[in-house]
């Protein structure tokens, strides 16, 4: 039986007890309890454990500050620092420890990459992680949050198959762009059957951290999702993204006239049920793409569009009025936002953006706000969600 049924039952033991006998307190809550945070109701506490740290912070992208630190206190007479946070119970949250950080604001930073690689780092206590290559982040998931599973781990989940491609384009001049396709379990080259085709941006994350064509193996099985190709195109860094992606002609004649016909030649396409999803800025290239020619495409995933204030602004904001003067529309829409994103960036505007789309009779609609910020985390959360809505199964109701 446990000694501790919450955390501040351990701290008022431990705050008693003799200064010297508080490390075996520690090294016996460790013991009970390997895996941190510990997540209660309505709040999380997260520990460090560490001999010599002048200073412990909690960076949370949520904290409005700068740095974004929530600071850790050391229990006297042990290794142990600790600090506890409020949290809605749907929260699902990425953060990262910082250990002797010189907790200098981040705008005036001159080597920011030096400071993260010296002082922050996962969560050692915390197996749940986002993996990516750029950084690796701990991840907070409250009682009542999104599922996040490594997807690649799942067990007796028939698995497609993902084939690369080297892609060109002339209306976008690129070479050698990758092109990542999507089979399901049980396509054949061979086969009589044509397939929905679903086509998503940034094919570097869909195929890396995302985990997109792993979800698509889950969802398929369990009858979630139709079995479907998706294609997965290579974008640039962020500076060629927003160029290539906010409504760009180019990139949408690369769709309709290079990328289409690549894939129609190469797999076996239903041509009546196409498409188009990303995220961020990939989902404003799906949006300018399906108001561009919606008879095209019969389905749409917007996760966490950017549609208001900062970077090419003028451009999003007319989003929201294109689609009102929309007279045909995908059948079927998905859209999402996160509730720590940015609000006159995304929050706000997307929130408008569901009212319009909520007063369509002509689309079935779907939207859903997350307990997430703007980042990879909050993206493979919902990914589930918006693949069963724009390509639904047979259990359309899970």
Wanted: aromatic share 10%; proline share 8%; glycine share 8%.
């Amino acid at each position: 039986m446990p000694n501790w049924d919450s955390f501040a039952t351990f701290y008022q033991e431990a705050t008693q007890a003799p200064t010297n006998r508080r490390q075996e307190l520690v090294e016996t809550l460790l013991h009970e309890r390997p895996e941190w945070p510990w997540v209660e109701p309505g709040h999380a506490t997260f520990i460090y454990v560490g001999m010599g740290a002048k200073n412990v912070a909690l960076n949370l992208d949520t904290i409005k500050a700068d740095p974004p630190f929530a600071p850790m206190t050391n229990l006297p007479g042990t290794t142990l620092w600790y600090v506890t946070g409020e949290f809605a119970d749907d929260d699902l949250l990425d953060y990262l420890l910082a250990v002797d950080d010189p907790l200098t604001p981040l705008a005036t930073e001159k080597d920011i990459v030096g400071r993260i690689s010296r002082h922050w780092r996962v969560d050692p206590l915390n197996p749940l992680r986002m993996m990516t290559a750029q950084m690796n982040v701990s991840v907070l998931r409250m009682r009542d949050a999104r599922p996040f599973p490594n997807w690649q781990t799942l067990g007796a989940v028939p698995r497609g198959t993902v084939y690369e491609h080297p892609i060109n384009s002339a209306q976008l001049r690129f070479t050698d762009h990758k092109l990542w396709v999507y089979t399901p379990p049980d396509y054949t080259a061979d086969g009589q059957t044509n397939y929905p085709l679903l086509i998503f941006q940034d094919g570097q994350w869909c195929v890396g951290p995302l985990q997109l064509p792993q979800i698509a193996d889950t969802l398929i099985k369990h009858g979630r999702m139709q079995p479907a190709i998706i294609a997965m195109t290579e974008s640039g860094d962020q500076k060629e993204r927003i160029k290539t992606y906010v409504s760009n002609d180019k990139h949408y004649l690369f769709l309709l006239l290079e990328l289409l016909p690549f894939l129609q030649t190469q797999y076996r396409i239903d041509s009546t049920q196409i498409g188009l999803g990303g995220v961020a800025v990939g989902a404003i290239a799906a949006a300018h793409a399906v108001l561009k020619n919606p008879a095209v495409f019969s389905s749409l995933a917007l996760i966490s569009p950017p549609l208001g204030q900062g970077i090419a602004q003028n451009q999003l904001r007319e989003y929201t009025g294109r689609f009102e003067k929309g007279t045909v529309l995908p059948k079927r829409i998905f859209q999402s936002v996160g509730r720590y994103e940015a609000r006159s960036r995304f929050y706000l505007p997307a929130l408008a953006l569901s009212h319009s789309f909520r007063q369509r009779a002509d689309i079935a609609y779907q939207f859903v706000e997350i307990g997430s910020g703007h980042g990879l985390v909050g993206f493979r959360s919902i990914l589930p969600e918006a693949l069963a809505w724009i390509c639904p199964g047979e259990d359309k109701n899970g």
